[in-house]
């Protein structure tokens, strides 16, 4: 028996396609910017709090962008197919390419000379403090000539983000980010200040707070926006859909999801996130079907 095939996309999906599609991915510099603004206010502190220190700088500060037609909302960057920038992990190689991205064969990114001042100024700060360089600074002279000579290598991981790893999208989609905190807050208080690794774990507790509380507020931020673009759409359908946006937004991925819709736009936001924080490669959505 044959199977039934799927029918002609929607004009919505298409539009939306079609612009990701055409896009002319661009260098973006306002995450790295606003990373590097944070570390620059956090130096002294311990490094687990100024990264929970910087997601909240990011979460708070970095643009908001709701696409014409999109239902389902939360972007890493403004223009699609376009790119942040992580200086943390590693960027001299990134500023060698500077001239050479906007036309190169495989992947050009547009990249303007405003963008350029902007993140030489920030790459500036990182040089000898990247994750790369920290790296480097444990392998003998011998592992380093066998990876120049193409003997081994580490691969992405040497350069860019943490990734292989599978959220509790499941945990979010039930009891929130709120419901989370409240654990966090409850082993926090329990924490035995007689033990050895007390700070370090009440400094871990600390740094999850702050982050879900960033977490929820940059959610907060879409539904805003949402409201925003509402007010001023003539269309009634799509007020209607900004409306809609906007109650999602305002609800999860702070609370548990009620509903499907509610649990997609949950679930994609605990995905940008992540890959906001890391830029991790093969962050994995885990088993959809059964949590959804």
């Given at each position: ?17 079609n ?16 990373i ?5 206010e ?11 220190k910087?997601?909240e ?9 709701i ?15 376009s ?13 060698k ?55 081994f290598?580490v ?42 690794n007390?700070?370090k ?18 959610a ?5 926006e949402?409201?925003?673009l ?21 609800k ?18 605990v ?22």
């Amino acid at each position: 028996m044959l199977a039934k095939g799927f029918g002609k996309p929607t004009d919505r999906v298409e539009k939306l396609k079609n612009e990701i599609v055409n896009a002319k991915p661009c260098v973006e510099p306002e995450r790295a910017v606003l990373i590097t603004e944070s570390y620059r206010e956090t130096e002294g502190l311990p490094m687990i709090m100024r990264r929970a220190k910087a997601v909240e700088k990011i979460f708070d500060c970095l643009p908001v962008t709701i696409r014409d037609g999109e239902l389902v909302v939360g972007s890493m960057t403004k223009s699609p197919r376009s790119a942040g920038i992580y200086p943390e992990f590693s960027c001299e190689w990134v500023e060698k390419e500077f001239d050479t991205m906007t036309d190169r064969l495989a992947d050009p990114f547009v990249i303007s000379e405003e963008t350029k001042k902007a993140l030489h100024e920030v790459f500036t700060y990182w040089k000898g403090k990247t994750v790369n360089e920290l790296a480097t600074s444990y392998m003998s002279e011998k592992a380093k000539d066998c990876m120049a000579n193409g003997v081994f290598t580490v691969g992405n991981y040497f350069f860019g983000g943490i990734g292989h790893v599978n959220a509790d999208y499941g945990k979010v989609l039930k009891i929130g980010f709120r419901g989370i905190l409240a654990e966090v807050v409850d082993a926090l208080e329990k924490l035995d200040k007689s033990n050895p690794n007390y700070i370090k774990k009440q400094q871990f507790y600390c740094a999850l707070i702050i982050t879900y509380r960033a977490a929820i507020r940059f959610a907060h931020r879409y539904a805003d926006e949402a409201t925003r673009l509402a007010a001023a759409e003539t269309n009634a359908a799509r007020k209607a859909e900004l409306l809609q946006i906007a109650a999602n937004c305002a609800k999860v991925p702070e609370h548990g999801a009620t509903n499907f819709y509610e649990a997609c736009q949950s679930f994609w936001f605990v995905q940008a996130m992540i890959q906001i924080e890391s830029s991790g490669h093969s962050i994995s959505p885990g088993r959809f079907d059964q949590y959804m």
